[in-house]
């Protein structure tokens, strides 16, 4: 042991010397000396450093982003971003189950709820906050208009008049955002395919035809019964303004045009003397 000891101690009272020479040459290119203790040390500190340097490296620079798995700007833009879709269409549903529990029990006599509901805003630009206060204004009014309707049988001769008509279904396809006019969508999003034929309702006119930077080619027609029917998002339109259509004329191609739209689907509204109307309600898709 008293042996081993004092070789240690020998080897870190040594010199030593670390050369690198040229192949060819023998030329002496780099020299370092150093007692044993020096050296050891110095190997350390080269070794402290390069781990530092890399570090640094990778934590403070776009190194990092070559590090498999780990998420470079653009995804982690979109991850914000499906973050915040989320956060809205969460709000929006929770919104949405409340006006309809609140209409079902306005319905059926029952006293709606009072609740307050804050919504936090995703963007500078949607700054809306429900409290209980509007909750109530709201479903007040809801009542009221349920009572005017029921006291006056011109309005309900109007839409029993509605009712009375054969409207032809606009296209073919499913309907992926229903009419909700609570949450400002008084229309019907029907998902089709690219090119899918779109069809008048009722026979009318065609008043408009043209070309809207938001929700691209729009056809509207004026039917009897102070009826408007209204296309939006087409990809071509076949009709022009003054033309006599028929019900189940082809007016125009399904598209996605427009800076609105999120997909080939066709944008239809119904409107009866100004006021927007649930078309799912007379038409069968």
Not at 90 to 108: D, F, G, H, P
Not at 156 to 175: A, M, N, Y
Not at 247 to 263: D, E, K, M, Q, V
Request: aromatic content about 8%; charged content about 20%; hydrophobic content about 40%.
């Amino acid at each position: 042991m008293t042996r081993i000891k004092k070789g240690k101690i020998r080897i870190l009272h040594s010199k030593f010397r670390f050369s690198i020479f040229n192949d060819t040459s023998h030329e002496e290119l780099f020299v370092f000396r150093a007692k044993g203790l020096m050296f050891v040390l110095s190997i350390c500190l080269a070794i402290i450093f390069i781990i530092a340097s890399v570090t640094i490296l990778i934590s403070y620079t776009p190194l990092r982003e070559f590090i498999p798995g780990y998420p470079n700007a653009q995804t982690r833009k979109l991850l914000v971003q499906n973050a915040l879709k989320i956060d809205s269409l969460e709000r929006a549903l929770k919104l949405s189950e409340y006006q309809i529990t609140n209409i079902q029990k306005i319905v059926t006599g029952q006293k709606p709820e009072e609740m307050e509901l804050a919504v936090k805003p995703a963007t500078s630009a949607d700054t809306t906050v429900i409290n209980s206060k509007k909750v109530r204004e709201d479903s007040l009014l809801r009542i009221e208009v349920l009572k005017q309707e029921q006291l006056n049988p011109t309005k309900r001769k109007g839409i029993e008049q509605i009712e009375g008509l054969h409207f032809f279904p606009p296209v073919k396809g499913i309907i992926s955002n229903g009419f909700n006019a609570a949450l400002n969508h008084p229309y019907l999003d029907i998902a089709t395919p690219a090119n899918s034929v779109v069809c008048a309702v009722l026979d009318g006119t065609v008043i408009q035809a043209n070309w809207n930077d938001e929700t691209g080619y729009i056809i509207e027609i004026q039917h009897s019964n102070d009826l408007v029917s209204i296309y939006k998002h087409n990809s071509k339109l076949l009709k022009k303004v003054g033309d006599k259509v028929t019900a189940g004329t082809a007016i125009a191609l399904t598209g996605s045009t427009g800076s609105l739209s999120t997909g080939t689907h066709l944008h239809f509204e119904l409107w009866h003397k100004g006021t927007a109307i649930d078309p799912s309600k007379y038409i069968k898709f």
